[in-house]
């Protein structure tokens, strides 16, 4: 079991930055793949970025060069820094836990933190 709490969203400008924290509990972080999603007003949710446990990241097309996901297992915590952020990567951001245990997938999600980017 894995329990997620994000922090660091906020309001900020055009071409500012913010860099979210995932915090989770559990002794066996380290073995997880992570992952970062984000929900617009009136939208579906959609994928942002993958960390999985080989280093290996992937990002959605939209914030490639401007996004990093990162984690320090010591601290169990999984990062995102976003840079030049624009009106669009306004929504409610959660991270995601997820490994296969014995062929079943078990997902773990946060709460979700707002960032509205806004002059």
């Known amino acids: 079991q894995v329990q997620l709490a994000e922090s660091g969203g906020d309001l900020v400008q055009p071409g500012g930055s913010l860099r979210l924290s995932c915090a989770a509990t559990g002794r066996i972080f380290s073995i997880y793949t992570m992952r970062w999603y984000r929900q617009a007003p009136g939208k579906q949710r959609e994928w942002v970025a993958t960390l999985p446990t080989d280093g290996n990241t992937a990002y959605e097309d939209s914030v490639k060069g401007r996004f990093t996901i990162s984690r320090d297992n010591a601290r169990n915590t999984v990062y995102l820094q976003m840079n030049s952020l624009k009106p669009e990567d306004t929504a409610v951001y959660y991270c995601?836990?997820?490994?296969?245990?014995?062929?079943?997938?078990?997902?773990?999600w946060g709460q979700g933190t707002q960032v509205t980017v806004s002059s």
């Open positions: 995601n836990a997820i490994r296969v245990v014995d062929g079943n997938l078990a997902s773990y």
